[in-house]
């Protein structure tokens, strides 16, 4: 176990050599190192005097070439939950479950460690690799230098996925982080959801899990990728994802982060072929002293693409957010559409939001806007309901699910079940752990119910 703050290219020379890596792996951790020792922990200056990135302290955080395999207790019934579906489950370093059935496997469906990929599909995952520049980010260099663990996805061709592929990844009870590389590939014509779910168990010290996520839709894919960090205050999280969309494909990605005692997020979406569409919707819930630092930034390539991102955040007691991004609409891709926005409730006056939106138009014939706003709550709104006899707490639950509403409307039943779930269990400080209970299928049925009855409307409207 050796502390962040003192690793060196030993370290990263003994991940390589207890993997047998091929040759190239072993260069380019090294060179990836080596920019990682140069680079500050935020490299836009514009960012810099905002971020939070330095509360996550080096010399707290331990890594392990090999973490303990085990799960702490709060965990456990949820991966009893997910054993008869498709899943894998990573803890610390290591893999500690997977389970395709053999009809998936049987057309192609690949579920597995990246270590595994690395042997079976080494082009591929090289090509994966080599296209992170580790310049962009201090910890993108410090994941291809020093990742000791990851997970890799591979929907072939035209498969259809009527159920979701759950990813469970959690840092170990051991008191070690993780540093994981993970790869989605989506190719051509393939339909699938993915659901993250990442968490952390009670901590007298600092871990971290260190994501570094590509993923490759190809064209005419649709992918739909719902991620939940549901980690204990004591830990932080930091993840980069890339995203590149080719022609026709399609992107839906919704993001709750409810745990960690800080999450830096940075999102880089490619819409890389004509007609590529994302749609991305983030929900931030914040208490205590928890700060959030998130970056979406849609990069239109080729013409005729679609972007959307809208953040929300809702922030208690001291807790702080931090949303960043840019459109950037190419010379290449005229008759583009994109849209950009962050918005953020402060429900007592020492919680604190900046937003910095940002446009880069290189091209005629598009469309692109982005807005932000940070509102105090409506006391106005806390007298109406507080003369329908409810109590403070009540009256604010109900003006953040009011707030919250319009950006669940894109969302399925069940994924706006999961964060209604969430935010009831934040809010009562229950453990932020999806677990199907009596009070999760309630909320299920409710949402099913709301959407039939929108289907109705939609239905009754055509024949005005």
């Known amino acids: 176990m050796q502390a962040l703050s003192t690793i060196t290219t030993t370290h990263v020379d ?22 990682y020792q140069t680079l500050p922990p935020e ?42 579906e498709i899943h894998i489950i990573q803890i610390g370093s290591n893999i500690f479950r997977i389970h395709v059935p053999d009809e998936m496997k049987s057309k192609g469906l690949v579920v597995t460690s990246i270590y595994d990929a690395i042997k079976t599909d080494g082009d591929t995952v090289r090509k994966i690799l080599e296209s992170s520049n580790p310049n962009e980010d201090k910890y993108t260099a410090l994941n291809n230098a020093a990742f000791n663990s990851g997970i890799f ?10 159920k979701p592929i759950h990813v469970v990844s959690s840092v170990s009870p051991d008191g070690t982080s993780a540093i994981s590389k993970n790869i989605i590939v989506a190719e051509e014509s393939s339909r699938a959801s993915i659901v ?8 007298s010290k600092q ?44 992107v839906n990605s919704y993001l709750g982060l409810f745990g960690s005692m800080l999450s830096r997020y940075r999102t880089n979406y490619y819409l890389n072929g004509v007609g590529a569409s994302v749609q991305d919707a983030e929900v931030v819930f914040g208490n205590n002293d928890q700060s959030f630092d998130l970056s979406a930034n849609l990069i239109h390539l080729q013409p005729s693409t679609e972007g959307q991102v809208v953040q929300r955040s809702v922030l208690k007691n001291k807790s702080k957010s931090l949303f960043k991004g840019m459109i950037k609409i190419m010379e290449t891709a005229p008759k583009s559409k994109s849209f950009l926005s962050g ?7 020492d919680a604190k939001s900046d937003a910095i939106p940002g446009l880069e138009i290189l091209t005629n014939d598009v469309k692109a806007t982005h807005s932000a706003s940070v509102a105090q709550i409506d006391e106005e709104q806390i007298f109406y309901l507080g003369a329908r006899c409810l109590d403070r707490s009540e009256a604010e639950k109900i ?23 969430l935010i009831e269990a934040k809010w009562q400080n229950r453990d932020l752990v999806i677990k199907s209970d009596e009070q999760l299928k309630s909320i299920v049925e409710v949402e099913e119910v709301r959407y039939k009855e929108a289907d109705q409307l939609e239905t009754h409207y055509k024949y005005r």
């Open 14 to 35: 003994d991940i390589s050599a207890s993997k047998s890596e091929p040759d190239w792996l072993k260069q380019y951790r090294k060179n990836s190192f080596t920019i």
């Open 43 to 84: 490299v836009s200056p514009l960012y810099n005097k905002y971020t939070d990135a330095k509360r996550m302290d080096p010399a707290q955080v331990s890594l392990s070439i090999i973490s303990e395999n085990t799960i702490f207790d709060t965990l456990k019934p949820r991966l009893e939950e997910l054993e008869s």
């Open 153 to 162: 996805i591979k929907i072939p061709r035209s498969l259809v996925l009527e």
């Open 196 to 203: 993250q779910e990442l968490y952390a168990p009670k901590s």
């Open 207 to 250: 871990q971290a899990y260190l994501e570094l996520m590509t993923i490759n839709a190809h064209q005419n894919s649709q992918l739909h990728l719902t991620s939940f960090q549901a980690m204990d205050q004591s830990a932080v999280s930091f993840s980069t994802r890339n995203c590149t969309i080719s022609q026709d494909a399609k």
């Open 343 to 349: 918005r953020s409730i402060l429900l007592d006056k």
């Open 399 to 421: 003006i953040v699910e009011g707030f919250l509403e319009p950006m669940s409307r894109v969302m399925s039943y069940q994924v706006r079940a999961w964060i209604s779930y």
